[in-house]
């Protein structure tokens, strides 16, 4: 096995936040198991950084009216601050528009394109002839062929889950314009995934059958047994890496092209940094290369980048690719779009000094083979029943009764007693299991030492045993601070905020793991503690209540066709509504109310009379707009005096989609005084 680890991240999209779908899924997995291996003294680099090209980037410009850069400027911030609250410890959180990043990916590409391993195809793809420019499978819209979802993208329908591709789609209109697109040529370069089955079988299928997880080894075999093509490398698009050559003018690197040679460039940013040579890490057969991934990423992480890293020749292969099944929220999929998710940096805000609880709960319920489900009441007895119950109540126990007993100094107790194998054990589980992927049997194994901890006091009761037998309540405490050290130190990796309190509170230093797997005396006798400090607090049900309502509100407001639209009045009664007298009227005369710069003051022809309306109109109207515009009046309501002037009536209004307001008016002009209702 490898001295040193490469240790990679998923890159996550900038164009919205983190949520813990993407905690448990990717980032706390791998900062576990990179923050193991720096326990077992690896060279480790820890490497990720926002993936800021792509479609999903300037979908997100388009629709909040500004320009790509601002989006990811924007959500690049975000999500580094919510990584770095939550301590996933990288060693290096860069991005995609970074101008290494451009050199790196660039020269892979010429190097591939130097050693003939691109294929030059023509091929006709959408045009928006009114946008002037090529649409991505993204920008095109339609009808599905299989479940008739009007909706459908060019390629997928996010109804029925088919992956598609433009020309399927019925009706297919451009989402730039609404206009239906033309066929059009263009010239793209193609890798021929197809001339590297052999190789991927016998790397893949053949050396690692044994030591992969089920979930990634089907995928790609199902995908090896199907056959693999060409696959286009560029895009005819206007946002990503510049093609490096002279007839690619408009064309970019396919985004996933340039996307996982940024763990590469990445590596160089930080190698740079820290005298370090990067070059050990991705070209020397004496490293292991990690990828943690989601389900989705299978395909890329697996079959296309490792042909793009063969065709180059100098780099290694992945060692392993552990990638996570999804988490789902509330036993439903967790989505951006409908904003079904809990946001890491909300949660942050919201629960400040607990971010090991979530790390804790998220891990604890990580979708490793199947997909798992997060839910809000299960969150909160994870931390009530575990972490304060079990963890922090052992904790707490042995730091107050040393205090209490001993004013704070370990007593002296047997070295050789048989329960401090238990350390040694657990540190020896949770070793195997890390190292196998496998997280949630980790964590079991730390928290089964707490619980160990508990039983053992419980059974010899120090705080009985220290009035006639104070010998044996010394050792028991003794063995009991043993226990609380070797939590301290083995819980790092998973709660590192925790263990560092607790390091603090036992008055030690982080020991690398084997030595807490030595089976030597973590704290010694006569060594001073500091007082007991709180780890974790218990969750009321008011806080959890507060989240569960959070959601509630967003399927609520999941159901409006508007998302800006006001929630609906009290109810009435159908005999309130026949009382509402709706009229349709004509506007006669307008001006503006003196020393009031909202009113305008009309004059209006309701069929019944002629009356003045006085509305806070004056800033959206001129008078001059207004004269001669058929709206609708409420002509019931009581007279009340505005500014002097009494007001007869109220006209009906409403805003447009760009907040302005608009009066309601007629489809056709008829009759004033018709009723409406």
Not at 47 to 68: Q, Y
Not at 125 to 152: H, K, M, S
Not at 511 to 522: F, R
Request: hydrophobic residues 35%.
């Amino acid at each position: 096995m490898s001295e040193r680890k490469m240790i990679t991240a998923a890159l996550p999209y900038a164009n919205g936040p983190v949520h813990i779908g993407h905690l448990a899924g990717v980032y706390i997995p791998a900062d576990v198991y990179a923050r193991f291996q720096r326990r077992l003294e690896k060279e480790v680099a820890f490497i990720c950084g926002s993936d800021e090209h792509g479609i999903p980037i300037t979908i997100r410009a388009k629709k909040e009216g500004v320009t790509p850069q601002d989006i990811v400027d924007k959500y690049h911030e975000i999500i580094k601050k919510s990584f770095s609250d939550l301590g996933i410890s990288f060693d290096e959180y860069s991005r995609t528009t970074s101008k290494k990043h451009y050199e790196v990916s660039q020269d892979f590409f010429s190097t591939l394109y130097n050693k003939g391993k691109f294929t030059e195809e023509i091929s006709e793809q959408y045009f928006d002839e009114q946008a002037g420019e090529f649409l991505a499978d993204r920008y095109i819209v339609g009808t599905c062929p299989n479940c008739g979802n009007d909706g459908a993208y060019g390629d997928q329908c996010e109804k029925c889950g088919s992956t598609l591709s433009p020309s399927e789609l019925i009706n297919p209109k451009s989402m730039l314009s609404g206009n239906i697109p033309v066929l059009k040529e263009t010239k793209n370069w193609y890798l021929p995934l197809n001339d590297y089955e052999n190789f991927l079988n016998e790397w893949i299928i053949e050396g690692h059958k044994d030591d992969w997880k089920p979930n990634v080894y089907g995928q790609v075999k199902s995908w090896l047994n199907d056959g693999l093509k060409p696959r286009a490398m560029t895009r005819d698009l206007n946002w990503g890496v510049p093609v490096p050559l002279p007839d690619a003018e408009g064309k970019v690197l396919y985004v996933w092209f340039d996307a996982p040679i940024g763990y590469i460039s990445f590596t160089q940013e930080w190698a740079k940094k820290n005298g370090k040579d990067w070059k050990k890490y991705w070209q020397n057969e004496n490293s292991d290369l990690v990828h943690f991934i989601g389900k989705d990423n299978i395909v890329f992480h697996c079959i296309i980048f490792p042909a793009m890293m063969k065709a180059h020749g100098d780099y290694i292969m992945p060692t392993n690719v552990p990638a996570f099944e999804f988490l789902n929220l509330e036993n439903d999929k967790i989505s951006t779009s409908r904003n079904w998710a809990v946001w890491a940096h909300e949660y942050v805000e919201e629960f400040p000094g607990q971010q090991d609880v979530l790390r804790y709960a998220l891990l604890s319920s990580a979708p490793e083979t199947k997909d798992n489900n997060f839910t809000w009441k299960d969150f909160q007895t994870k931390n009530n029943s575990e972490l304060v119950g079990i963890f922090g109540n052992f904790i707490n126990r042995v730091a107050v009764l040393i205090h209490k007993y001993y004013n704070g100094i370990v007593p002296e107790g047997d070295i050789n007693a048989p329960e401090l194998a238990e350390i040694t054990k657990a540190a020896a589980e949770i070793e195997n299991f890390l190292e196998n992927f496998e997280f949630r049997n980790a964590l079991s194994a730390m928290m089964n030492l707490a619980r160990f901890g508990n039983q053992y006091l419980q059974t010899e009761e120090p705080w009985k045993t220290i009035k006639d037998h104070p010998e044996k309540a010394a050792h028991s405490l003794f063995v009991a601070a043993q226990i609380a050290v070797g939590l301290a130190q083995i819980s790092e990796p998973f709660m590192p905020f925790s263990s560092e309190k607790l390091l603090k509170m036992f008055n030690v230093s982080q020991l690398n793991w084997k030595e807490i797997a030595s089976e030597k005396i973590l704290i010694k006798t006569g060594h001073q503690i500091n007082p007991a400090e709180l780890l974790f607090s218990k969750i009321e049900d008011e806080t959890i209540e507060f989240q569960i309502q959070k959601l509630e509100n967003t399927k609520e407001s999941n159901k409006k066709t508007n998302p800006k639209a006001n929630p609906m009045k009290d109810e009435i009664q159908f005999d309130d509504f026949t009382k509402i007298d709706l009229r349709t009227a004509t506007i006669l005369t307008a001006e503006k109310v003196e020393k009031a710069d909202k009113l305008l003051k009309f004059t209006v022809d309701t069929g019944v009379d002629v009356r003045t309306v006085v509305s806070g109109v004056a800033e959206s109207f001129t008078p001059e707009q207004c004269v001669g515009k058929q709206v609708m009046i409420l002509l019931n309501l009581a007279p009340r005096k505005i500014r002097g002037i009494e007001s007869q009536g109220m006209l009906l209004l409403t805003n447009n989609a760009d907040g302005k307001l608009v009066f309601v008016t007629p489809d056709e002009t008829v009759e004033n005084g018709v009723e409406i209702g």
